[in-house]
Every structure is written in structure tokens, then in C-alpha cells.
């Protein structure tokens, strides 16, 4: 049967989807986009070539590959032009690959100065990457945002700007006390944009139901990651849309009877960037390792993650919210030299012990990890393309992770290159 496959990430960020999703799309037809924004980086290496992707679809490097950005996606014309222009320089012909939506709303400059405004002048900054998300997903639910269907006449989005700068403007210099945005420099770069971006735009709901009448299988590329869910994750510390698989049908417009399969990707420890609780945050030798052996600073914001042992309390709700088909357990390299690896099974807090997130998400922030140690295999993963090949303390952590979860594994990855994986099941 013909799978369309959603990919989620299951923690809060990076844990390597955009290397999956390019992975899987050898199988796939349309790669689709349906949340975030250039918020989002997601890295492709592919022997030893980086491509790091913001708001393009990972599938962009196949031939023969449809790439949609659906409505649930928040764009900046100024960086989507700027990632086609890097794609094109490299040869990849985005023009023939690339859909828009027409329903998508717009980013705009304002946007970034309140994003901006805002993290300079609260006590609890959210540490977002500063590209105007929140703003602009808070104008689409207040039913005054520009959406790319507003391309299409000129005048008209140039009245909508004007109503809407207003609004940006006022609460910039009123309420923040920060410099106005210029109008007619904006102006200026969305009808030059819009030339460039017009024959782009589609009507994507037709076009997914057409495709999956014809059998496609389709690809549901998730950016952040289950815990910046704005309602599922750790409030406010979480990015403004919804980031489980369930915004794959609202954030693309097919229908939810054609979702079939859910790949929820998690590393083999936990990271976070930007601010918010993280019961398994390492402060010691042990997180220094991590971040450096994973390498783990922020392709979009290059800020250093915060790194932190795997938290199966967290990864079993991830299971749950997404309704995960398998899992796939990424950077298990980064472990490779770790004498002992620990996984956190349930939390202390207070005089309570918690096998879930405790009721009042805020209360995540006061509790403490408990335990169960693993040892280490000591041994480089990265040649290995066989779980049977894999060393026996390697294959015991992986089984252990489906117990706990209760969730089969389908892929380890196992380094970041294309071809550094280890497929045991077939997704797509
Ligand atoms: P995404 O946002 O989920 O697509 O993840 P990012 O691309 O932001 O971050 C994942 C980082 O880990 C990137 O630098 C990838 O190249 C890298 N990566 C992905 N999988 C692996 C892996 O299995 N091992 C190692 N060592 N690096 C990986
Ligand atoms: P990918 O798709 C990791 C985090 C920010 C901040 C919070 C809110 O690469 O996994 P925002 O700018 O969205 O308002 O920031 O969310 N964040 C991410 N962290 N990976 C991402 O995307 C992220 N996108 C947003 O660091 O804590
Ligand atoms: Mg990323």
C-alpha cells in the first residue's frame, strides 16, 4: 500500500529529521512542509556536501521530487528567495521541484523587529531564533496577517501592508519604544518578491488530493519538535505553531483518513536550544562531551545546545501525541565513547515519583531525573549498516528504547552523512 509518512521530531528540535526526510525520499513523490518557518534548519550531508535547508522541503536534492510548502508555514519571501538563489547557485532547479501554497501567511520585516523588541525587553525571554515567527502565526490567528494569495493583486496587498504596518508600528514605538519599520521599504521588497514567487503559488489542498488519489507517496516533513508544540510542549518555552503530527492535516489541507504512518525521530540523548525546562540537562564533563562530539550548536542561530541524557518519560508522550508508528534513534555515534550512558525512566518531584510529565507543565522545571545506567560499547558505529553488526551493549540500549517506549525502532542513524544508516524496517 501506498504510505504517506509524516516525520516529527520528538523532543524539542534538531534531532536530525531533514537528514531522514532526504534519506526517505529515494521512495517518495512530494516531499510536503506543513509548520514553522526559517526557524527551522535542517541539515543534508551528502558525502561529505552540507546543504542546510530553512523553509525548502529536504527533498529538494532528488530528481523528479515535488517539494510543497503548505499553508501551515509561515514565510519570509525575503528568506525563501534567498535559500532558492543558494539552491540554484548549486544547480538544484527549484523552479521545477518547488509549490507554494497560496494560504500561507506572510513574514515580514515588522514581524522580525517585535520578535526582536520583545526578547530584548521581557524578564523570561522564550530564546527564539529571532526570525519573526511568533508574530506572524499571532496576525494569522488575529485574522489580519498577508498570505501569499495576496501576491496577486497588487493594490491590494500594498492597503493590507499599510493597515497592518500601522499596527506593527505603533506597538513598536508605543509599547516597546523601539525604531518604526519603513513602509515603502518593505513595500518595495514584496512586489519585487512577488514576481519571483508569483508562478509558485498553487493550490496545494487539490494538488495533495490528486496526488494520493494517484497513489503518491508523500512525505510530511515536521520542523521543531513535539515539546515546542504550542499546546502539547513546555508552555511558553515553545515556538508558536503546532509541531505534532496532527498539524500535517491543518497545515497542509489533506484530509486526515489519508495519513498513514508517523516516524518519530529522536536522537540518542536529548538537546535543547533557547530557553525553557529540561529535567536530563547535563551542566558537566559529560554534557561537554556531547555537545562536542555531536557537534551541537544551532545550524540556524549557531547558538550551543544544551545537552542532556535521553528522558523516556518524555519520549513515551511523544509516542502518545503523535500516535508514533516507529521510531528512529539518531547520533547514536555521539555516544560511542561513553563509558556509561543513563536513560531517565520517571521523575522526582517533591515526595512523588512520576512515570508522566507532571499536570502543570511548569512543574517540568522541579523535577529530577531518576535513572537506569547502561554501559557504554565503546566502539565506532559509524561503518556499521546491520543492527546485527552493531556492538551487543549498542543493540541492548536500542531494544531498551523500544521497551520503554513500547514502539518498535525502523532507523539508526548512526552519523550524519546520507549513507551513515541503518534501515530495519520499510517506511515508505
Ligand atoms: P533537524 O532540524 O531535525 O533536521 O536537525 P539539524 O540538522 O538541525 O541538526 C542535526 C545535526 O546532526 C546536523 O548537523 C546533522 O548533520 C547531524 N546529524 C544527523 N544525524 C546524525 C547522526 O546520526 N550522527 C551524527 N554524528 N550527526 C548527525
Ligand atoms: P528544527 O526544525 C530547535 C526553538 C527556539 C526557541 C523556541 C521558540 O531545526 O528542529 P521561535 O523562533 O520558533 O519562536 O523560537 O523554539 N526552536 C527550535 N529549536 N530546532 C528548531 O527547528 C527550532 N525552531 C524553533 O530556539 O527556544
Ligand atoms: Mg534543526
Known amino acids: 500500500m501506498t504510505k504517506t509518512v509524516i516525520i516529527v521530531g520528538c523532543q524539542w528540535g534538531d534531532e ?77 532547479p527549484v523552479y521545477q521541484r518547488l509549490k507554494l501554497s497560496a494560504t500561507s501567511p506572510i513574514i515580514l520585516a515588522s514581524h522580525i523587529a517585535l520578535d526582536v523588541a520583545r526578547e530584548k525587553t521581557t524578564e523570561n525571554a522564550i530564546g527564539t531564533t529571532r526570525r519573526g515567527i511568533g508574530p ?91 515539546f515546542l508544540d504550542c499546546d502539547q510542549g513546555t508552555y511558553p518555552f515553545v515556538t508558536s505553531s503546532n509541531t505534532i503530527a496532527g498539524a500535517a492535516s491543518t497545515g497542509s489541507g489533506l484530509g486526515i483518513r489519508h495519513f498513514n504512518y508517523v516516524l518519530g525521530v529522536s536522537k540518542a540523548y536529548s538537546t535543547r536550544v533557547g530557553n525553557g525546562p529540561f529535567p536530563t540537562e547535563l551542566f558537566d564533563q559529560e554534557g561537554e562531551i556531547l555537545r562536542v562530539r555531536g557537534q551541537e550548536y544551532g545550524s540556524v542561530t549557531k547558538r550551543p545546545r544544551r545537552c542532556g541524557w535521553l528522558d523516556s518519560v518524555l519520549l513515551c508522550r511523544a509516542v502518545q501525541l503523535n500516535s508514533i508508528s516507529s521510531l528512529c534513534i539518531t547520533k547514536l555515534d555521539v555516544l560511542d565513547e561513553m563509558e556509561v550512558i543513563k536513560i531517565c525512566t520517571a521523575y522526582r518531584l517533591g ?60 532507523i539508526i542513524s548512526i552519523g550524519a552523512d546520507r549513507e551513515e544508516t541503518i534501515m530495519l524496517d520499510k517506511i515508505i
Open 136 to 226: 506572524a502565526y499571532e496576525d494569522k490567528v488575529a485574522r489580519r496577517g498577508l498570505r501569499l494569495c495576496d501576491f496577486f493583486d497588487s493594490k491590494q496587498l500594498l492597503k493590507k501592508l499599510q493597515a497592518l504596518l500601522d499596527y506593527h508600528n505603533f506597538l513598536l514605538r508605543h509599547y516597546y519604544h523601539m525604531d518604526e519599520c519603513d513602509y515603502s521599504q518593505i513595500a518595495d521588497s514584496l512586489l519585487q518578491i512577488r514576481e519571483k514567487l508569483l508562478p509558485l503559488i498553487t493550490d496545494i489542498p487539490t494538488l495533495l488530493a490528486k496526488y494520493h488519489q494517484d497513489n503518491w507517496p508523500i512525505l510530511f516533513e515536521g520542523a521543531q519538535g513535539t
Open 351 to 410: 515526595k512523588q515519583v512520576l512515570q508522566e510529565p507532571p499536570l502543570h507543565p511548569e512543574n517540568l522545571a522541579n523535577c529530577v531525573p531518576l535513572y537506569e545506567e547502561h554501559p557504554g560499547w565503546k566502539s565506532s558505529t559509524t561503518p556499521i549498516r546491520k543492527f546485527s553488526a552493531l556492538p551487543i551493549n549498542a543493540q541492548r540500549y536500542l531494544r531498551r528504547i523500544e521497551t520503554l517506549t513500547n514502539t518498535p525502532i525502523s
Open 16 to 92: 536530525g529529521k531533514g537528514k531522514i526526510v532526504d534519506r526517505l525520499t529515494e521512495y517518495a513523490k512530494a516531499v510536503v512542509r506543513f509548520q514553522g518557518g526559517h526557524n527551522a534548519g535542517h541539515t543534508l550531508l551528502i558525502q561529505g556536501k552540507k546543504t542546510v535547508l530553512r523553509l525548502i522541503p529536504s527533498g529538494i536534492l532528488h530528481a523528479g521530487v515535488e517539494c510543497l510548502i503548505a499553508n501551515g508555514v509561515v514565510i519570509s519571501p525575503e528568506a525563501l528567495i534567498q535559500e532558492i538563489d543558494e539552491l540554484i547557485q548549486q544547480g538544484i
